[in-house]
C-alpha cells in the first residue's frame, strides 16, 4: 500500500521557471492538502481539497495554484518560481476533516528556487 | 497569540528520563488535537491523538485542558529512538465544510543522548 506518494522527491528551478507538483494517494481519502515546511516556521498550508473538482485557499496561497481533477490526485504548480519558495513542499491527505481523522503525509519535495 | 504555540525547545536529555511537550492554542472553537512526530528530513506521521479525558500509549501520555486550552505530552523512559521533532497540531474542523484548518505548531526538536 503506497499511500501518499510525491513526485519529485528533488528539484532545483532557476527563478521564473515553473513547475508542477503530483501528490497521489491511493486511500480513497476525499481531503486533499499542500503544506509548505520552513526552518522556524513550521508547517503552514498553501492550498486544500474537500473533494474531486474542489480547492480551497490555505494559509500562505500566493504563487501556487492547485487542481483536483482526479479524487486520487492534487497537483501544486508554481506558475513563476521564485527564491522565496524555495521550501520543502508536502502533500497530505485524510478521510475526512472531522474530529480524531489522521493526516496521511507523502515524503516531500525539496525544492530550491535559484 | 498565535494559533498554536509550542516550547520552542531544543530538549536534551539522557536516556531513560522523563519529558514534557507543552502546548497552546488560540481558537476555543477547535474540534481536536494531535501530536505528531517528525524525524529528521522525513515526513510527520501521527504519534498519537489527545482525547478530553487524556490517553496513554505505552510511554506517551497526552493530556487535554480544554478551559486553559493547553495540551501536553509526556514521555516516560526516554529511547534513543525518541529523538524527533515533535508537532503539536490542532483541528479547528469544518463546520459547513468550508472553515477546515488543521494547524501544525513549529516543534520542539528531542535528543536522547546515551
Known amino acids: 500500500n503506497a499511500g501518499v506518494t510525491q513526485t519529485p522527491k528533488f528539484r532545483v528551478l532557476k527563478t521564473g521557471q515553473s513547475m508542477t507538483l503530483l501528490c497521489a494517494q491511493d486511500?480513497?481519502?476525499?481531503?486533499m492538502y499542500w503544506y509548505r515546511q520552513d526552518p522556524g516556521m513550521g508547517l503552514r498550508l498553501i492550498h486544500y481539497?474537500?473533494?474531486?473538482?474542489?480547492?480551497a485557499k490555505g494559509e500562505v496561497p500566493d504563487g501556487y495554484n492547485v487542481s483536483r481533477l482526479k479524487k486520487q490526485n492534487f497537483l501544486l504548480g508554481l506558475e513563476s518560481a521564485a527564491p522565496s519558495q524555495t521550501s520543502v513542499y508536502f502533500c497530505?491527505?485524510?478521510?475526512?476533516?472531522?474530529?480524531?481523522?489522521?493526516?496521511?503525509f507523502g515524503q516531500g519535495t525539496r525544492l530550491t528556487v535559484v | 497569540r498565535k494559533e498554536v504555540e509550542q516550547d520552542p525547545g531544543p530538549f536534551n536529555v539522557p536516556e531513560g528520563a522523563t519529558v514534557a511537550f507543552n502546548c497552546t492554542y488560540s481558537?476555543?472553537?477547535?474540534?481536536?488535537f494531535f501530536w505528531y512526530r517528525q524525524d529528521c528530513r522525513k515526513e510527520p506521521k501521527l504519534l498519537m491523538s489527545?482525547?478530553?479525558s487524556g490517553n496513554e500509549d505505552g510511554r506517551f501520555t497526552a493530556q487535554l485542558n480544554r478551559a486553559s486550552q493547553y495540551i501536553s505530552l509526556l514521555i516516560r523512559d526516554s529511547k534513543l529512538s525518541d529523538s524527533a521533532t515533535y508537532l503539536c497540531?490542532?483541528?479547528?474542523?469544518?463546520?459547513?465544510?468550508?472553515?477546515?484548518?488543521?494547524?501544525f505548531g513549529k516543534g520542539t526538536l528531542l535528543t536522547v543522548n546515551p
Open positions: 497530505a491527505s485524510s478521510y475526512s476533516i472531522e474530529s480524531n481523522t489522521e493526516a496521511f
Open positions: 486511500m480513497n481519502h476525499e481531503y
Open positions: 481539497s474537500v473533494g474531486e473538482g474542489t480547492t
Open positions: 481558537n476555543s472553537a477547535s474540534q481536536s
Open positions: 489527545v482525547y478530553s
Open positions: 497540531v490542532v483541528n479547528r474542523g469544518a463546520s459547513g465544510g468550508s472553515n477546515y484548518k488543521l494547524t
